[in-house]
C-alpha cells in the first residue's frame, strides 16, 4: 500500500492517493491538521478522477511517502494571501493544484 502523508492540511496526500487509487493502486492520505481544498477536487475531476478523503494523523505513518517541501516528492500548493493586486486568488491556487497534480502523476508513472 502506497500511504502519502503531508503536513499542509492534507492537499497534496489527498492529490498523490487518489491519482494511485484511479490507477488501481492501493493509496491512502493522511496529514497532520485536515484543510480541504476546493482546488485539489476541481484539479483531480479535470482528469476524471474522485478526490479521497484524507485521514487527520498525529505523526507520520510509518513508510509514509511525505510530500511538500522537504519531502520525497517536491510539490506545493498556494499558500499565498486570499486576495491578490487582480482579485481573489483562485487562478493561483488552480494553477498549482494542476502542477503538484501533474507532478505527482509523473512521480507514479515513474515509480
Known amino acids: 500500500m502506497l500511504s502519502f502523508f503531508d503536513t499542509t492540511g492534507g492537499g497534496l496526500a489527498t492529490l498523490a492517493a487518489s491519482i494511485a487509487k484511479h ?3 492501493d493509496a491512502s492520505a493522511a496529514t497532520l491538521a485536515l484543510v480541504p481544498r ?3 477536487t476541481a484539479a483531480l475531476a479535470e482528469i476524471g ?3 479521497l478523503q484524507a485521514t ?3 505523526s507520520a505513518p510509518p513508510n509514509a511517502i511525505v510530500i511538500g517541501t522537504g519531502g520525497e516528492i517536491p510539490a ?3 499558500d ?3 486576495e491578490t493586486a ?3 486568488a483562485s ?3 488552480i494553477a498549482l493544484a494542476r502542477i503538484a497534480r501533474d507532478t505527482l502523476e509523473r512521480w507514479l508513472e515513474l515509480r
Do not use: S
Request: aromatic letters at 8%; proline letters at 4%.
Open 23 to 25: 490507477k488501481g493502486l
Open 38 to 40: 476546493e482546488e485539489v
Open 49 to 51: 478522477v474522485v478526490a
Open 56 to 58: 487527520e494523523v498525529a
Open 76 to 78: 506545493k500548493l498556494y
Open 80 to 82: 499565498g494571501p486570499a
Open 86 to 88: 487582480f482579485g481573489d
Open 91 to 93: 487562478l493561483e491556487r
